[in-house]
């Protein structure tokens, strides 16, 4: 724990070198995107590493079954699962960051406030 924290009283005095890997991390958010597909293919959902949903396909099939309840939990769940896909890939890119300021896997949590 004393050994975390000496490095983390160390990174603090280098802020130039935290902006600079916050500004890479920040780039680098930006081309995250995950797709995930829901019923057999009747639903695709896109997001990207701000988990902001890019596009939402739903399949002439899925259209052609007039099955309202059915598209909406269609659309729930693979957005739920391109949701889980960027978190993960949002959290390597934090351990990625981490571990170029110095710091112990974990030590930032696994991602910034807000994405997960």
Known sequence: MFNELGQMMKLLGNRTKIQEEAKKFQAQIDTITAEASAGGGYVTVKVNGRMEVQSVRISEEAMSLNDREMLEDLVAAATNQAL?????????????????????????????????
């Open 84 to 116: 889980k896909k960027v978190r993960d890939l949002v959290a390597q890119e934090t351990a990625k960051m981490a571990a170029n300021l110095g710091l112990p896997p974990g030590a930032l949590g696994g991602g910034f406030p807000g994405l997960g």
